[in-house]
């Protein structure tokens, strides 16, 4: 019998559009994020930053590993700051982001009515990074969420899918697999391009009204390939190449949604564009 389950591991961690390298898992998701800082509800948005910011986690990681140096970096500017979980699979600990990717938009809706709430505010604005930058759009496009979002900051998103450099054009010769994948890790099989779930999701245009996007992307991303398949067509859309604003910046998928400030720095301005200031090498001390 050839050995297709043991295949189907490496190639869901070759198919994934994760937001962190897979790790074991620490203790840092044990302890509440409020004990990072963020998701503290007592929080109210300021008049300089008005509204929430919540962040959405991308495949393979979660609401505390994916934002260690994001929330803190965001707190420190004034604004408060929540994330969530999503997209777990049944007997699956600390890894989310895995579960079909239209059931985890239901569920960023439920959290962004939760966060509206107790802020009082009447928008949030979103920055997600790998799945997370691009799940958030069929909550936009489908869910009502355009009415309750100000802005959409997705840094290395899957918004087209992810051809892992054409290794997904073989799952065709492989009959079988995408069954598998679709059985065991739903949210990967979703964003393999031209899946079902993609195909709805850009059917009509990338964007909604009234939602202003940012895209922040990574030459050298080698998950969401190729890279510019993360930008998107619109008229309120800022697409960015980190290298553009910074051409010693290497990061490449994980990284900077991790670590890095530039892409930090970007996100900042695409928060607050009316204090925006110039993105560049040296952005990384700010």
């Not at 099989?189 to 899946?195: L, Y």
């Not at 190729?226 to 980190?242: A, E, K």
């Not at 290298?243 to 290497?250: T, V």
Request: aromatic share 8%; with cysteine.
């Amino acid at each position: 019998m050839l050995p297709w389950k043991r295949l189907l591991r490496p190639l869901a961690a070759l198919l994934l559009t994760a937001a962190v390298a897979i790790v074991p898992a620490t203790a840092a998701h044990a302890a509440d994020a409020s004990s990072s800082g963020w998701n503290d509800y007592s929080c109210k948005p300021s008049a300089a930053h008005p509204r929430p910011v919540v962040l959405v986690h991308g495949t393979f990681a979660n609401s505390v590993d994916n934002w260690l140096a994001l929330a803190p970096y965001l707190e420190d500017r004034g604004y408060c700051v929540f994330s969530l979980d999503y997209g777990q699979l049944s007997g699956v600990p600390l890894f989310y982001g895995l579960g079909p990717i239209d059931k985890s938009a239901e569920q960023l809706s439920v959290f962004v009515d939760k966060v509206l709430a107790a802020t009082g505010s009447a928008k949030a604005d979103l920055v997600g990074h790998s799945q997370g930058g691009m799940m958030p759009r069929y909550y936009l496009k489908f869910l009502g969420g355009a009415a309750k979002v100000n802005a959409l900051v997705g840094v290395a998103p899957s918004n087209h899918g992810t051809d892992l450099d054409g290794f997904t054009n073989l799952l065709p010769y492989f009959p079988g697999i995408g069954d598998l994948l679709s059985a065991s890790t739903p949210a990967l099989a979703d964003q393999v391009v031209g899946s079902a779930f993609l195909t709805k999701l850009n059917a009509g245009g990338d964007t909604v009204p009234g939602v202003h996007y940012t895209v922040i992307a990574t030459k050298y991303d080698e998950v969401v390939t190729p890279y510019r398949s993360q930008f998107l067509s619109g008229s309120d859309v800022h697409n960015v190449l980190i290298q553009n604003l910074c051409s010693l910046d290497l990061s490449e998928h994980a990284l900077l949604g991790l670590t890095d400030r530039i892409a930090f720095h970007e996100v900042a301005n695409a928060l607050d564009p009316a204090h925006a200031t110039t993105t560049t090498c040296a952005s990384v001390l700010s």
